[in-house]
């Protein structure tokens, strides 16, 4: 094994943690006396610019979960798992073009808030609560374990003593961003964000040297990017065929995770949309700008994720060839088994001092970003949602800032309480199932509740509950259940086994099946009610017309998409 780093690393990596974070406590410290609107401390109310709301979205979407996990998916399944990333990019252009105009007329500074505008505030009590467990219990608790794992990994030691160091220091350093407020956040993530892709660059960029070395071509990562289509094809092609009875067990698993065209009919869609448009942790950034800044941040991030496949996916890519053709046998091996989630630190043994830590500060320049939005979204809606509205109504300003910043190390220590022994077992679990395990299931309820809220006026507030048990309710039908109930083939699904011999629906499947029976029930609900219901929001001629500049980007995007379908089909 390669890992360790040397002196020149840790400078490397010292420096940047440093500078980040006395970035944001300078910026806390000059703005503590000044800053006591909640709406600036909440949403940096028209402080961001449209590249800062834009870096700031995938700074805190790309953490350890995709560094780790992505790579992890790419050495197992190849370039397939990018479709997360470019159906991602077109879900951003929907959400900018429809979603953001109704967001920011209705002057939305959370999503409960929104729920309780237009159903009631019965709906947004639940998902208040629900929200705030899921970020802390989940989400902040899963990027932590997996950032300090992997740092301690890369660090070489697996001492534990180490490991609860590392966890500390994000812990500390995400907390001073924090304080801050989102303006700090936003402009620390614009560094953070800049760091992730140079690091995360050179990070490819040598996985291609080292390919290009193994096929005897020199250190050419054009030349390793060609070996790479050439030794691996399999790895190249973004949609699987449906298993047959010859499929062998990893083609069934692979289908099991990405399921071909299947996926497309509704779970991806649901996924991403829940993600990016119905989503505190990545709205809140926009929610603060004028529509022609939201708009533009957005399309933004949605260029920046075309890019994402090379940072976090190419790696494993490589990594599997070379494992494949006799090299990183030991970096991919715990107790003789082959882990592909090692496949992305298996490839940064290999960087050269310097850049070694240079990586190690992208990875965790994503962590940090992933912990700075995530908590600070746990404390707008803790703040906004449950203290103002049910606990202290008039409280004022001031109040409201000291109670956002109190809920920040709270939510914090708590997050920290949790990993410091793994006591929820994201390690057993792994740390994208985790995260899948208990976002998944109410993701088709969210989307429905949303999507039949802003467009369509009969939707009541009946429904909207219903829609948010039914989603739940669904999900665990046809996760768990339906292929014992109704048996593996059906007219409306295709169950396989896997590896432990148990039959599964795909798990995207599910999803949309649970979407679409979601929206069904509060279509009949709605039905009852007036045909248009109190609540509506009213929707503008020309409310959702877009910038003939933001139409070209947007159409460039969609055309980059096509190509990358077309040539990786």
């Not at 964000?193 to 490819?204: F, I, M």
């Not at 992305?344 to 240079?358: E, H, M, V």
């Amino acid at each position: 094994m390669r890992n360790g780093l040397t002196t020149f690393d840790l400078l490397v990596f010292l420096f940047y943690i440093i500078g980040v974070s006395g970035y944001g406590y300078y910026i806390y410290k000059r703005k503590q006396s000044a800053q006591l609107d909640s709406k600036d401390y909440f949403l940096a109310e028209g402080s961001l610019t449209w590249w800062a709301i834009g870096a700031s979205m995938i700074a805190s979407n790309i953490s350890a979960e995709q560094f780790i996990g992505a790579s992890g998916a790419g050495f197992a399944q190849g370039i397939a798992v990018a479709a997360y990333e470019w159906v991602a990019a077109i879900v951003l252009v929907f959400v900018a073009v429809f979603f953001m105009p109704i967001y920011l007329k209705q002057k939305i500074y959370t999503m409960p808030q929104f729920l309780e505008q237009r159903y009631n505030s019965t709906l947004s009590l639940i998902m208040s609560v629900f929200w705030l467990f899921l970020y802390i219990l989940v989400n902040l608790t899963v990027i932590l374990y997996l950032g300090a794992l992997a740092i301690n990994n890369l660090v070489g030691t697996t001492d534990g003593g180490t490991f609860h160091l590392i966890l500390i220091g994000l812990a500390v350093s995400a907390v001073l961003i924090t304080l801050g407020g989102m303006k700090v956040v936003g402009y620390t993530d614009v560094i953070q964000v800049t760091v992730l892709l140079l690091g995360g660059l050179a990070t490819s960029y040598l996985a291609l040297t080292l390919v290009g070395e193994k096929f005897g071509l020199g250190p050419n990562a054009v030349a390793g990017f060609g070996a790479m289509l050439d030794s691996a094809q399999d790895h190249f092609h973004l949609i699987f065929p449906k298993p047959t009875a010859e499929s062998t067990q990893p083609e069934i698993s692979r289908y099991l995770a990405l399921p071909g065209l299947a996926m497309y009919a509704g779970g991806q869609w649901v996924a991403n949309l829940n993600y990016w448009g119905c989503n505190q942790y990545i709205t809140q950034r926009a929610l603060g700008a004028d529509l022609k800044t939201a708009r533009s941040g957005i399309l933004f991030a949605a260029s920046l994720k075309l890019l994402m496949p090379l940072v976090v996916v190419v790696p494993g890519i490589a990594a599997y060839v070379l494992h494949q053709h006799g090299s990183l046998q030991a970096e991919m091996s715990v107790g003789g088994a082959l882990k592909a989630d090692n496949a992305y630190s298996a490839i940064l043994s290999f960087l050269p001092n310097g850049l070694k830590g240079l990586s190690l500060a992208a990875l965790t320049a994503a962590i940090m970003a992933s912990l700075a939005g995530k908590v600070n979204s746990i404390s707008t809606i803790f703040t906004l949602d449950i203290y103002k509205r049910y606990l202290r109504p008039n409280a004022s300003e001031t109040q409201l800032v000291v109670v956002g910043r109190l809920t920040v190390l709270l939510a914090m220590l708590l997050a920290v309480l949790f990993t410091w022994e793994d006591l929820l077992g994201v390690g057993g679990e792994g740390g994208f199932t985790f995260v899948q395990k208990y976002t998944g299931y109410i993701s088709p309820g969210i989307v429905a509740v949303f999507l039949l809220g802003m467009f369509w006026k009969r939707t009541t507030a009946t429904a909207g509950i219903a829609g948010i048990l039914a989603g739940f309710s669904f999900s665990l039908l046809f996760n768990d259940f339906a292929p014992r109930l109704f048996g593996p083939e059906t007219l409306l699904y295709s169950a396989f086994k896997n590896a432990d011999g148990v039959y599964e629906i795909p798990f995207l499947v599910s999803m949309g099946l649970s979407f679409f029976f979601t929206t069904i029930l509060m279509v009949v609900l709605s039905l009852a009610g007036p045909a248009i219901n109190p609540k509506a929001i009213p929707l503008e001629p020309g409310q959702f017309r877009v910038k003939p500049a933001q139409i070209m980007q947007i159409v460039l995007l969609l055309l980059v998409i096509s190509a990358l379908y077309i040539k990786f089909w």
